[in-house]
Every structure is written in structure tokens, then in C-alpha cells.
Nanobody, 127 residues
């Protein structure tokens, strides 16, 4: 079992930055690929970024490529999402998630591939 707790959300002006954190706990947390998803009101949950369990490989949605950076600190069991040049369309509840398969060799982007989720943290971007 893996437990995830997000933090770092808030209100920011367009063009600003936020860093989200996801603290993980539980058996073999360090062995799971991790991802960030987001969900805006009335929309489906969508993939944002993923990082391999070793932290060597990352993958981003086209909409955030070049503006967001995912990273992890294995010593702290924490995954981060640095969000720069924020746009109003980035506003959503952001969730971190752990892959349902331990040490998967590929990064996956479907919601169904992740079975451990945090409670979410709200990001609001004013124009």
C-alpha cells in the first residue's frame, strides 16, 4: 500500500510559478513510477507529467512541455512538479499518482494505469 499527500497549491497570477510536492509513504514507494494529473471543473482527469522510479526518465503532456518540470528526491520519498509560466488554462486540482506496476520499464499516461492517488491540491491562475 502507498499513501500520497500533495501540497503546494494556491493562487498565482498568469506568468507566475508554483511548486507542488507529493510526499509518499508505504511499502516500496521508491520502486514506483510517479505521475501528476490534473482535473478542471467539468473536465476529465488528464495526464500532466511522469517520472521513472529511478528518476532518470521523464515525460510531459504537450500542453506543459517546456514549462513544467517533474522531479523526485528518493531520499525524501517526495515527487515535485515545478510549474513556470502558468496560464489560466493550467488551473485545476492537481493529483499525484503511483503506477499500479512496480518498477515498470516504461512511463504510462492513462489514469487506469495508476492505482494510488493523493487527495489533490488546488491550483488557481488569475489572468
Amino acid at each position: 500500500q502507498v499513501q500520497l499527500v500533495e501540497s503546494g497549491g494556491g493562487l498565482v497570477q498568469a506568468g507566475g510559478s508554483l511548486r507542488l510536492s507529493c510526499a509518499g509513504a508505504g511499502r516500496n514507494f521508491a520502486m514506483y513510477n510517479m505521475a501528476w494529473f490534473r482535473q478542471a471543473p467539468g473536465k476529465e482527469r488528464e495526464f500532466v507529467a511522469a517520472i521513472s522510479w529511478r528518476g532518470e526518465t521523464t515525460f510531459y503532456a504537450d500542453s506543459v512541455q517546456g514549462r513544467f518540470t517533474i522531479s523526485r528526491d528518493r531520499t525524501k520519498n517526495t515527487v515535485y512538479l515545478q510549474m513556470d509560466s502558468l496560464k489560466p488554462e493550467d488551473a485545476a486540482v492537481y493529483f499525484c499518482a503511483a503506477d499500479r506496476v512496480s518498477s515498470r520499464s516504461l512511463l504510462v499516461t492513462d489514469v487506469e494505469d495508476y492505482n494510488y492517488w493523493g487527495q489533490g491540491t488546488q491550483v488557481t491562475v488569475s489572468s
